[in-house]
């Protein structure tokens, strides 16, 4: 599960997180395109009522706390903006070394969902497009070559449509470490397919805050897989 400090107050925000223990969600994700001063309070407060482990997805440096239990160092592999592949990794890197953080080097790589996301805008990058699928598996190939030891295939948030089932598939295969798929998955049927495809994990956010009720749903979905 993908929650966004910008988007909750702290009901909701405990709510969404005893909805997450009820489905049984392996991770809670953190972050979002834009800043929220409360990122320490907000990740207290998930603490406080769940024992699923916190890793920051940061969409900035101001999304860094010591509070969340691991991080996701993405490296927008991509792009070809050096503050997402290289620059922003410096600015942070003693403020991490520091926490008690456990980092996970992600190799990043934003697909064609359909429409402009904010990790597009943002980011100041292009998308692969999504029926270029020697692109993205050769992306992920060197992503994992550089030391990467997690593919993330992102559509982004909100997407129309999720990261292909051929592009994942073949990423799958041509990679060893494991591959989160995340973006535009607002089904359970999607889910299925996504897993079906390859993917060790799916990353959900724009569905659940729509509807929190979906989210059992879309749990369930996850254990149907044959
Ligand atoms: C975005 O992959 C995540 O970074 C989740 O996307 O909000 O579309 O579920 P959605």
């Known amino acids: ?13 405990i709510s969404t997180v005893y909805a997450a223990n009820e489905a049984n969600v392996k991770l809670i994700f953190v972050g979002g395109s834009l800043i929220n001063e409360r990122i320490d309070s907000f990740i207290e407060i998930i603490k406080k009522n769940t024992e699923i482990p916190v890793v920051l997805f940061p969409g900035s440096l101001m999304q860094l706390s010591s509070k969340a239990d691991a991080i996701l160092l993405l490296s927008l592999v991509s792009g070809r903006n050096p503050d997402y592949l290289i620059g922003n990794h410096v600015l942070a890197a003693q403020y991490i070394r520091h926490s008690n953080l456990e980092v996970i080097p992600t190799g990043y790589i934003l697909v064609d969902g359909g429409t402009v996301t904010s990790v597009e805008y ?32 992102e559509a982004g948030s909100g997407a129309n449509k999720h990261v292909p089932t051929e592009a994942i598939r073949e990423v799958k295969r041509n990679i060893s470490v494991p591959l989160i798929v995340g973006g535009g998955i607002n089904t359970g049927e999607k889910v299925k397919q996504v897993l079906q495809a390859g993917a060790d994990m799916v990353v959900v956010g724009t569905a659940i805050e729509k509807n929190m009720d979906s989210l059992m749903s879309l749990s369930k979905a996850t254990s149907e897989i044959k």
């Open 1 to 13: 599960m993908l929650i966004d400090p910008d988007k909750l107050n702290v009901p909701a925000i």
């Open 122 to 153: 943002i980011s100041n990058t292009k998308p692969i497009p999504a029926n270029k699928t020697d692109l993205i598996v050769s992306t992920a190939i060197a992503s994992e070559m550089l030391g990467h030891k997690l593919i993330y295939l």
